[in-house]
């Protein structure tokens, strides 16, 4: 895996965990443990995005874009692998 | 309001064309158990329950199904790029080919296109959570059959 691929890893795997979470605080709104895990990866997947966005383009077309090109077509979608 | 995000759910990567197992798969998206259904049932759902936890998770799992059907597409065109037209003929893809090329149509894997009677909306919180248990049931019971039919290509093992 590349610099890219292991980045993207890294956000998938905190896009699981706050799936998981979210799901779970729909049933348990209160839950004050649960609330602190979610913004703990909250925060980690924030990071993780804002480092992917500044080098290889936005993930979102509301998120920050590598300078030079509109990366959201210039770059692969994710099935072009 | 939906926002994409530039990434698979779970990566994709598969390497070997196999037509064959792609005209199963594919029921995945438009068959009577797909992620197609799924989502508009839960989507759709939302707006009559009464229960706000559960129109929260109806919405999250509603939108997790759309990423599903979005790998689904994935492993689709990733199992017929590049065929040749003995591919085509040798593996039964040729009948959707014919159809579709190889785009990706919601189709189930006996080629029947994607019917919203699939789904069930009543509007009433009982009657509308037990269609979810049902369509789950069928789903979870769909992909252990599948997994048989598809393990010799040894690419879901």
């Known amino acids: 895996m590349n610099e890219q691929q292991k980045l993207m890893r890294s956000i998938q795997i ?11 605080l729909d049933s348990h709104p209160y839950c004050r443990q649960a609330l602190r895990y979610y913004q703990k990866h909250r925060r980690m997947r924030e990071e993780l995005v804002e480092m992917y966005e500044a080098r290889y383009g936005q993930l979102t077309i509301y998120g920050g874009t590598a300078s030079g090109s509109w990366h959201w077509v ?4 994710p099935w072009e692998v | 309001m939906w926002i994409y995000e530039k990434t698979l759910q779970y990566p994709v990567k598969i390497r070997k064309p196999d037509p064959a197992m792609a005209k199963l798969i594919i029921t995945q998206l438009g068959g009577p158990d797909g992620q197609l259904g799924a989502s508009m049932r839960y989507l759709n759902q939302r707006f009559s329950m009464p229960y706000r936890e559960v ?3 109806l919405t999250d799992i509603g939108t997790e199904e759309l990423a599903h059907m979005e790998m ?3 492993i689709v ?3 017929t790029r590049n065929l040749s037209v003995e ?4 593996s039964g893809f040729d009948a959707y080919f014919t159809d579709h090329t190889a785009g990706v149509y919601p189709v189930s894997a006996a080629g029947v296109p994607f019917d919203v009677k699939y789904i069930g909306v009543k509007g009433d919180a009982i009657a509308d959570l037990n269609e979810d248990l049902a369509a789950d049931a069928a789903h979870v019971q769909e992909q252990p059959s599948q997994g048989h039919a598809v393990r010799p290509s040894g690419c879901f093992p």
């Open chain 2, 77 to 79: 065109t990733q199992l």
């Open chain 1, 74 to 77: 210039t770059e692969p979608f």
């Open chain 2, 87 to 90: 591919e085509i003929k040798k």
């Open chain 2, 72 to 74: 689904i597409g994935a």
């Open chain 2, 55 to 57: 129109v929260g998770m």
């Open chain 1, 14 to 24: 905190q896009n699981f965990i706050l799936q998981e979470t979210a799901l779970f």
